[in-house]
């Protein structure tokens, strides 16, 4: 158990609906990171937050938005969605703000209808 | 472009027989060489981390070293539970991981 927990584990929904995935780190740190994992492509960086701020983005679609509130946990948007955003989203956590060791989540699959 | 790739793509092993595998890197400014296992549907497991060229780690089988273009991980007498997908990324300036594909290990008894 890395520490790092996604809510919910599974979630079916239909194209152009909107969803929110939670992520609360691990006790203590301070980055929180999302990444897409599909079939074809591999992990892929999407935003990192550090103590409530926006620090890094990456391939992030404009019609994904992400936050991280006070207590540190995070919230990744996803609306209008497609088929193409069926994937696996995974949240991680480190202490620092980057360039450390950073500790996954189980993960979220999302699964578009 | 920060770039890793992976080799070979997938690797099956008997259980015992040793191995290696290789992530060939091209980065600006390398900030740290990491080192996750991924079981089928599960989160990245953290393994090791190398910042600089000569650096090696090790844990249990498992032995990563680190060059200026490329780190191994060598596998030493693996067991069928070692089976995962073993992914390498590179931490950059930009506060990210730059992931490889992975290489998807098999070991049989």
């Known amino acids: 158990d890395s520490g790092v927990t996604q809510t919910p584990k599974h979630l079916i929904t239909a194209t152009g609906q909107r969803v929110t995935l939670r992520c609360s780190p691990r006790s203590g740190d301070l980055s929180v990171y999302w990444y897409q994992q599909s079939l074809d492509q591999g992990l892929q960086f999407l935003i990192q937050y550090y103590n409530g701020e926006e620090r890094a983005k990456g391939n992030i679609l404009e019609r994904f938005s992400a936050q991280q509130f006070p207590d540190l946990h995070s919230e990744l948007n996803l609306s209008s969605l497609e088929l193409g955003d069926s994937a696996l989203y995974f949240c991680?956590?480190?202490?620092?703000?980057?360039?450390?060791?950073?500790?996954f989540g189980q993960g979220t699959r999302l699964t578009v209808v | 472009e920060d770039q890793v790739t992976q080799s070979p793509e997938a690797l099956r092993l008997q259980e015992g027989e040793s191995s290696s595998l290789n992530c060939s890197y091209t980065v600006s400014g390398l900030r740290g060489l990491f080192w996750y296992r991924q079981d089928p549907g599960k989160g990245p497991e953290f393994l090791f981390t190398?910042?600089?060229a000569g650096e090696e780690k090790e844990k249990e089988r498992l032995k990563a070293t680190l060059t200026k273009k490329e780190s191994f991980l060598h596998i030493t007498a693996p067991k069928p539970e070692d089976s995962a997908t073993y992914l390498c990324?590179?931490?950059?300036?930009?506060?990210?991981?730059?992931f490889g594909t992975g290489t998807r290990l098999l070991v049989s008894p």
């Open positions: 190398l910042y600089s």
């Open positions: 991680a956590s480190s202490v620092g703000k980057g360039n450390t060791e950073a500790f």
């Open positions: 990324a590179l931490s950059t300036g930009f506060q990210k991981l730059v």
